[in-house]
């Protein structure tokens, strides 16, 4: 067992390193205006100036001089494009917007997926209707163009307003933070991609500027991957210069609007790709067989631009499940189950990254918490109580409280009312696996306008004295170097942590996330704050309750946002 | 000002409980009829409204301006070992200082309500009673004797008899006003009216609790655990055995025979810790009765065994508090209505059903009466049928003629006797002791109805007999409306919490937190 474990870790080793690899060569390759995550760890006391000096050093690494220039002098403050930018309105989009002008037909309502791939599949129509149905291809490609083009334009128009808000936030930080090198990064960052996007053409009447946008939108968003750990390392660095609450308000306005200009760039970007899709699908008959048949193609007909309306949360949990476990067995060597239960069978419309996002991160604390609390009270397959059972006299396998001579059972002729657990009346699905660890248990209910998922693990629960900073930025439980009475952590990647087995594993995280999902990562105790934000993202809300001692239960509550589209902006 | 100047609240009007003041003709003083809140309630119209006290102002100012001085339930206990006379005598100068000070912050925040509101008839009697009680508290002097105390006592408790009344008139009233007062200042007023509230019957009770044990000849002999009214052994698993056995009793009579789901617990169900039992007991009582009303009402039997999906209780023992997690699959709690789950507000017709009640404890003990409780306030069994009827039990208005509606609400106004110090399996005497078990308040008062529940129940298996309605579990007089604020109120005041998570389509889980230590000073914060 334990020499499997090494074998894999070694695996994975070598895997972090691939990555890592490749991670520098996209550095060096494309995205210039970025700054990689130093490898050396940054003194934390040290004053400004040697902070900057460090990460120039470090830099420095990394760019030749010209581009240490372009780094070094920040934007001019004579260039008031973008006040003039930011002083115009917002012009919110409705989720139905987005998504109906993605749909083909976008006038009738989104019916569950098995239906949609039935009818409205052109391959499934009968011979007869040939003729009429390569007529209505056409008539919906043209009209698919013109609802491509007008996402588009409206992103052109859009994206460069809300980038010189979010610009002209960072510009009233207080100085100090503002001359902090990831500050200054992701200022940069965002400087650029607004003076690109503004420098593209305004028009976009065909295929061709469809493409030149979407292409450029693509690099863009490609670009941007790195601002959450830049922003978290930033601010981390800066804690002690600025208000809590002043960061807080900063990063939550910043991460919201992050995520609608993201949305809409990347509506651009997938709707874009399923036309190239769709237009191969068309030309490839074979292709086409192909996707009918298999059920994971490419392009569903229920996936319109990022949006998936027959998304079913059990699949979901699946994938995200197999994956939290399987970072877990490389870091402790084992791994609780993950139970699904509920209505499984639940479909609802969605972003599907987002729910993905969220899921994962709050997966990944349950799972890790309950191996944690597994190792401090000694749970084991032998004794799955661990210490509990004989400290605390934890009982779930006593006798019935009441046999059958209670009060009720005069009446009833049953047994009694209040019972204890006994193992036979449990689902044997919620028993303790063979390692020891008490299964996570997550369920799924689908309500008329919402569908809530219950996440329970039995790792523990979080201590008093932390749960009201659980939901702060940079609030991470993560094993300091200063502090190793800390226990280890399965959060992703801090950055500043070089080595150790902890940092391997925070590293895979981190790339995996990464690769997985395209989106935001995880890292420096974002994960909390940032999924809450995504839950309630489109009025959905999550909710964390801990009972010490014994574990957490997290409910996410999410809407069904194809009956409120009309009301969603973005 | 002197109080000569309203001859109407002279102390010699002493203890009036309800049937004294019944005895007394209405027309003697204006002020008798608010001593019989009953004849007040059945014609709000005719009460008049009361400017005079905005002189007596003078008085009420020096002990609004005095600070509450909080106790912690800890307090309470090291303070009630070993009862001494000096002590008994200390304590009650304590709640003798302390009381009208919290009644006059109370009085306070009624005057300070938009006046409008004021002259509601329910608010303006809660408010006249809470006048009363402060000017007969204020004027008591300094207890120094035995004696003394119990004469103090006998004031305190027929003052907590005559405020029974309070929580009916005022969720009434607050129900009445809700188009005068914003939503969250209703929310706000009522939360710190029920918790000061709680506040002062906790001090006087314990005190009448510490005076009567201190006055029984074998008091060093009777402890079992209690000091005063606080239980230092408490046990999670005799809790709930307790509570949901009461709950399961309720639900099953007000459904009409329907079989409540089971209760099925696990975790550190056998952690001890002191609280007064009868909070605890409140708050899983009104949130096993709401999860098994779900459960009956939406549940899904399974499918082999036919049972209804059990409620399943963790019980959790972290490093300070203990936590209840109380789990159900009952359908969940619609959007519409979880949004006002804890408001007084936002629901006009939520209290309607205080119509058909007067009295209300807020107390366990209205479905289970404790002999032995009762005797730790210092009643014996003779005094017990009295101190029923005007104490405990919500009491109901005589029922309808119709058979159909004697046996509805007589289910409601039956009481349950349990003795909680009976260790739980004592009680599980033979299959005759049921109906001694659930003896009806029959006897003792001409207003309750006889229903045993073997007949109740025999008449919910004939079908015709009984409206088919209470087959779908929907016994209206069972809902009062404010279980979940009141329970939450409960939870809050020493430092505990309530929470509820509704996944609507599946089921609700509630999280009752209790602090383990009792350290935490009464919370009046809102």
């Known amino acids: 067992m334990a020499k499997e474990v090494l074998t894999l870790s070694q695996i994975m080793l070598q895997l972090v390193q691939d990555a890592a690899s490749g991670y520098k060569l996209r550095l060096a390759a494309g995205y210039k205006l970025r700054l990689a995550a130093p490898t050396s760890k940054v003194p934390a006391t040290t004053d400004i100036q040697s902070l900057k000096a460090s990460a120039l050093s470090t830099v420095r690494g990394f760019y030749s001089q010209s581009e240490l220039r372009e780094l070094d002098d920040v934007v001019s403050f004579y260039d008031d494009k973008v006040t003039e930018y930011a002083n115009q309105e917002i012009q919110t989009v409705t989720l139905k917007t987005l998504l109906g002008l993605g749909r083909s037909g976008s006038s009738t309502p989104p019916t569950p997926s098995g239906e949609v791939t039935a009818t409205a599949s052109p391959s499934s129509s009968s011979p007869s209707t040939v003729s009429t149905d390569s007529q209505q291809q056409e008539h919906q490609r043209t009209r698919d163009l013109a609802i491509n083009l007008d996402v588009a334009r409206y992103a052109r128009k859009e994206l460069p307003v809300r980038l010189a808000i979010l610009i002209k936030a960072t510009q009233k930080l207080p100085f100090i933070v503002g001359t902090n090198p990831y500050i200054k990064r992701v200022y940069k960052l965002y400087y650029d991609s607004f003076q690109t996007l503004t420098a593209s053409p305004e028009q976009i009447r065909d295929n061709e500027d469809l493409d030149l946008i979407a292409d450029l939108l693509k690099g863009l968003v490609a670009s941007h991957a790195d601002v959450i750990p830049m922003l978290s390392q930033g601010f981390l660095e800066c804690k002690k210069y600025m208000n809590k609450d002043d960061i807080k308000e900063f990063l939550d306005g910043m991460i919201r609007a992050r995520i609608g200009i993201r949305l809409i760039a990347e509506q651009v970007i997938s709707l874009r790709e399923q036309r190239d899709y769709d237009n191969n699908v068309d030309d490839d008959q074979e292709q086409q067989q192909r996707s009918a048949n298999c059920s994971t193609s490419k392009r569903p007909k229920d996936v319109v631009g990022v949006v998936h309306t027959g998304l079913r949360p059990a699949d979901l949990i699946k994938t995200c499940a197999s994956f939290v476990q399987e970072l877990c067995d490389v870091n402790y060597g084992s791994s609780p189950e993950v139970v699904i239960n509920g209505q499984t069978d639940a479909t609802f419309t969605y972003v599907p990254v987002h729910l993905e996002y969220i899921l994962c991160e709050l997966l990944k604390n349950a799972v890790r918490a309950t191996v944690e609390q597994s190792q401090k009270i000694g749970r084991s397959a032998l004794d799955p109580h661990g210490q509990q059972k004989h400290n605390d006299g934890w009982d779930s396998s006593g006798k019935p409280l009441y046999s059958s001579t209670t009060m009720r059972s005069d009446r009833h002729g049953k047994s009694g009312v209040v019972t204890v657990n006994q193992d036979d009346d449990q689902d044997l699905t919620k028993r303790p696996n063979e390692c020891g660890h008490p299964p996570v248990e997550v369920t799924i209910a689908q309500g008329d306008h919402e569908i809530t998922i219950r996440i329970r693990d039995q790792g523990g629960g979080i201590t008093r004295e932390h749960f009201d900073s659980v939901f702060d930025y940079s609030f991470t439980t993560v094993k300091n170097e200063n502090d190793a009475s800390k226990n280890g952590s399965m959060d992703a990647g801090t950055g500043d942590v070089p080595y150790g087995v902890d940092s391997i594993f925070k590293g895979v995280s981190r790339l995996a996330m990464q690769a997985g999902l395209g989106g935001p990562i995880a890292g420096l105790g974002f994960g909390l704050p940032l999924t809450r934000i995504y839950a309630r993202y489109f009025g959905g809300d999550m909710h964390l309750v801990s009972l010490q001692g014994y574990g957490c239960d997290v409910f996410l509550k999410l809407k069904q946002i194809d009956e409120t589209l009309e009301e969603i902006q973005i | ?526």
């Open chain 2, 1 to 526: 000002m002197s109080a000569s100047a309203f001859p109407s609240i002279a102390p010699t009007i002493g203890v009036a409980t309800s049937s004294s003041a019944a005895a007394i003709s209405p027309q003697t003083s204006p002020l008798f009829r608010m001593n019989n809140p009953a004849s007040i309630v059945q014609q709000p119209q005719a009460r008049r409204y009361s400017p005079q006290h905005f002189y007596q102002n003078r008085i009420l100012d020096p002990f609004v301006n005095q600070p509450v001085s909080p106790i912690t339930l800890r307090q309470l206990v090291f303070f009630g070992r070993n009862m001494q006379e000096d002590k008994l005598i200390k304590s009650a100068n304590y709640v003798r200082t302390e009381l009208p000070i919290r009644l006059a912050h109370r009085i306070r925040d009624f005057q300070n309500l938009p006046f409008i509101v004021g002259t509601n008839p329910h608010i303006e009697l809660v408010y006249d009673l809470y006048w009363q009680a402060f000017e007969k508290l204020s004027k008591v002097p300094e207890i120094k004797t035995l004696e003394d105390n119990d004469a103090f006592c006998e004031l305190v408790k027929g003052l907590l008899n005559d405020h029974l009344v309070v929580i009916p008139q005022l969720a009434l009233g607050i129900m009445e006003c809700s188009k005068h007062i914003p939503p969250d200042q209703v929310d706000r007023f009522m939360n710190k009216m029920l918790r000061s509230r709680i506040s002062r019957r906790v001090l006087a009770e314990q005190h009448l609790s510490l005076t009567s044990n201190f006055n029984s000849p074998n008091h060093m002999m009777t402890d079992r655990g209690y000091i005063g009214i606080i239980y230092t052994h408490c046990r999670p698993r005799d809790i709930i055995e307790r509570t949901a056995i009461l709950a399961a009793e309720t639900c099953w009579q007000g459904s009409g025979g329907m079989e409540p789901p089971k209760v099925f617990l696990d975790g550190n169900i056998d952690a001890e810790f002191s609280y007064i039992p009868d909070h605890i007991e409140y708050i899983l009582y009104e949130l096993l009765k709401n999860s098994m009303r779900f459960v009956m009402k939406n549940g899904i039997p399974d499918a082999r065994t036919g049972e209804l999906p059990p409620i399943q209780i963790t019980v959790c023992e972290g490093t300070h508090d203990i936590v209840f997690r109380i789990s159900d699959k009952g359908g969940g709690i619609p959007p519409d209505m979880e949004a006002h789950l804890w408001s007084y507000a936002q629901s006009p017709a939520r209290f309607a059903n205080f119509e058909k009640i007067s009295k209300m404890a807020a107390t366990i003990q209205e479905r289970m009466v404790s002999p032995s409780r009762s005797a730790n306030l210092g009643i014996d069994d003779s005094q017990l049928s009295d101190r029923k009827d005007d104490n405990e039990g919500i009491v109901l208005p005589p029922p309808p003629a119709t058979n159909k509606n004697s046996s509805y609400y007589g289910a409601e106004s039956t009481t349950i006797r349990l003795d909680r110090h009976a260790p739980p399996r004592a009680s599980k005497s033979t299959s005759s002791s049921a109906s001694s078990s659930f003896s009806t308040a029959s006897s003792q008062h001409h207003q309750r109805t006889v229903i045993d529940p073997s007949q109740s129940r025999t008449a919910a298996r004939k079908p015709g007999h009984l409206d088919g309605t209470t087959h779908q579990y929907e016994d209206q007089s069972l809902h009062l409306g404010i279980g979940l604020p009141m329970s939450r109120v409960y939870a809050e005041y020493w430092g505990g919490d309530l929470k509820v998570f509704t996944m609507h389509g599946y089921g609700t889980d509630a999280y009752a937190k209790f602090c383990k230590f009792g350290n935490i000073y009464e919370n009046f914060d809102v």
